[in-house]
């Protein structure tokens, strides 16, 4: 479609940011829906972080996404933040009020929980404790996510058990932190098991972990979408357990930046899928 002179603008900020998906995504809905709007890369080098969010405003931006390595420096140049930015200390989605101050927001745990919901419908918080690998930023924003659904027990494993026991204090709540010797031990009653270390991801070393012990009932999730297929979910498969990829985790937490920035309530379906999933295989740098 043509822009007009009063075109929405909106964008990510990452360092490097040529490999990101969320140009390809956010550009699919907005040719959707006939918005009259662009969403652009902004590749922004670390040293100018706060320079680049603080002129936005001045060039009209109605928002932008923050990626890698940018999700905790930009928290010392947004104005307002929300409660669950604060307390995962990290922005990946910032709007502009009318006042020209930055909102920062982080809908990681949000696309998380939407993903799952849509993957695993029969998945109920409820259904026991939630196994998650890996103490990362992304890892942050799951465990936080899952205690907010009411999930009754967190079993969080990490090479560095000093990481997952500061993720444990921050984040609060009934985290119980396992060395990663001992993943199968904590499998025993999960209702779900989730991946968000880099492991299996490609140009990565392989999860080797043993599925065994989970329950018949368990659904096996990985944030990891590049393979979309990864060595777990197969593993998975071969048990008969529920899986659910990571692409829609990608997808979902774009929603709420694109419902603020361009005033409509975006949808994820198949053909956004489809469409995101041929950038992701026809683009030359294969990480995330
Ligand atoms: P993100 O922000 O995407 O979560 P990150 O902060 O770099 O990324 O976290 C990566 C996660 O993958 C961490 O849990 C990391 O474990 P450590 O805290 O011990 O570094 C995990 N990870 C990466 N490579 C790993 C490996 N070879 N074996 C086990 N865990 C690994």
């Known amino acids: 479609m043509t822009l007009s002179g009063k075109a929405k603008l909106a964008g990510i900020i990452g360092w490097p940011v040529a490999h990101s998906l969320s140009p390809r995504l956010h550009g699919y809905w907005l040719s959707e829906y006939g918005i009259d709007g662009a969403y652009v890369p902004l590749p922004v080098a670390p040293e ?3 320079e680049a969010l603080k002129s936005l405003p001045k060039l009209g931006f109605a928002g932008v ?3 890698v390595p940018h999700k905790e420096a930009a928290m010392r140049a947004i104005d ?3 409660d669950n930015a604060m307390r995962l200390g990290a922005v990946n989605t910032i709007e502009i009020n009318e ?6 927001r982080n809908t990681d745990g949000f696309g998380f929980i939407e993903n799952l919901r849509a993957g695993a419908p029969l998945w ?3 259904d026991g404790p939630a196994v998650v690998l890996g103490a990362g930023g992304a890892s942050r924003a799951v465990v936080a996510a899952l205690l907010d659904a009411g999930v009754p027990e967190i079993r969080l494993i990490n090479r560095t058990l000093a990481r997952a026991e500061v993720l444990a204090a921050d984040i609060g709540g009934p985290i119980h ?5 001992q993943a199968s031990d904590a499998f025993d009653g999960a209702g779900l098991l989730t991946n968000t270390t880099t492991l299996g991801m490609t140009g990565h070393a392989p999860l080797d972990v043993e599925l065994a012990r989970l329950p018949g009932t ?4 990985d944030i990891v979408y590049n393979p979309l297929r990864t060595p777990l979910l197969e593993q998975a498969d071969v048990l008969g ?3 659910v990829d990571g692409l829609g985790m990608l997808l979902h937490q774009a929603r709420p930046g694109f419902a603020a920035w361009f005033g409509h309530q975006p949808e994820v379906n198949e053909g956004l899928r489809a469409h995101v999933l041929a950038g992701l295989h026809g683009r030359e740098d294969k990480s995330s």
């Open 48 to 50: 100018n972080i706060g």
């Open 65 to 67: 996404n923050v990626t």
């Open 80 to 82: 307002e933040l929300d």
């Open 99 to 104: 006042g020209g101050g930055l909102v920062g």
């Open 124 to 126: 109920q918080p409820g």
């Open 177 to 181: 932190v396992i060395p990663w010797s």
């Open 218 to 221: 368990a659904v096996v999730n």
């Open 241 to 243: 357990l529920k899986t």
